[in-house]
């Protein structure tokens, strides 16, 4: 991988949050990719303003400073925005496993939102009936592409970025700062240097840890993030994705990287992050 761009390593100031520098990525590129997804690819101008969209709509429906957003969805493309409008809405955002879905229930439980994001078919598995204000991402879609596309100005800024689960049977919620959270992805950068030619792909799923880390590293650098259209990865689907979009970058454990190895050059894995204190 070559040396990262001047632009992509300018210093960050007091009042950076984990979409700032995707924004600057939005206005200078807007045509560059962001997230290949097949038919749901979606270019850095397009992700910007589809986020913009429905942070406005979290805003007109009362979301406050902090205010916790879980998002439900098979549909990697739209969780990418529904993450990225969250944080523009100064909200703090939770992704729920939907894959398993009495551990979402779990994490609902555990960790109560101001309102859930998800489409019906999610809602039926995660909603156990306690009155969740539900935002269907389908159902809305008409009243959400009426918001303006322009940068939402929230009333403050929010200081927790994620909320993230830990493993085993019951799982605890974790708050991330945006402090922690810049500071695990330039940590990283500086070791790896990325650039805007790079292409991203998460080994994980988008409700663990590694997620979280994952797409501030891609669009953050002015790089493109590889999902699954729909299903979770599987080890063939990941190396069929590798080889058909040129991923250069891998980011996983080491037991996701001693399946995923292939013989002669490829991309380089990188392993999930931590995230210290700021």
């Known amino acids: 991988m070559t040396q990262g761009s001047e632009s992509v390593r300018f210093g960050k100031p007091t009042t950076d949050t984990a979409v700032h520098r995707f924004e600057q990525w939005a206005r200078d590129t807007p045509g560059a990719q962001a997230v290949i997804a097949g038919a749901g690819s ?21 979301l406050p400073a902090d205010g916790l957003v ?9 969780l990418i925005v529904a993450v990225l409008a969250v944080l523009k809405a100064g909200g703090t955002y939770t992704v729920l496993d939907v894959d398993a879905p ?73 708050p991330v700062s945006h402090a922690r959270l810049l500071a695990a992805h330039d940590s990283w950068a500086e070791v790896l240097r990325p650039t805007p030619e790079d292409r991203h792909l998460i080994t994980t799923g988008p409700s663990l840890t590694a997620f979280a880390a994952g797409w501030t590293r891609a669009l953050r650098s002015g790089g493109a993030l590889v999902v699954a259209e ?44 931590s995230f210290p204190s700021p």
């Open 42 to 62: 979606l270019t850095y101008g397009q992700l910007d303003a589809r986020a913009n969209q429905l942070a406005h709509h979290l805003l007109d429906a009362g």
């Open 70 to 78: 879980a998002i439900g969805t098979h549909r990697r493309a739209e």
């Open 102 to 174: 009495r551990t979402g229930q779990q994490q609902l439980a555990a960790a109560p939102p101001f309102a859930l994001l998800t489409h019906a078919a999610h809602q039926a598995r995660l909603d156990d009936g306690r009155g969740l204000r539900v935002i269907r991402l389908g159902a809305a879609a008409a009243v959400i592409a009426d918001r303006p596309t322009v940068p939402p100005t929230p009333s403050r800024r929010g200081v927790t970025a994620a909320l993230l689960f830990t493993g085993g049977a019951v799982p605890r919620a974790v």
């Open 230 to 273: 729909s299903a979770p990865w599987k080890p063939d689907t990941i190396r069929q994705a590798i080889a058909s979009e040129q991923v250069s970058v891998v980011h996983t454990d080491p037991v996701g990287a001693a399946r995923l190895l292939l013989p002669g050059p490829g991309p380089r894995a990188t392993a999930p992050a």
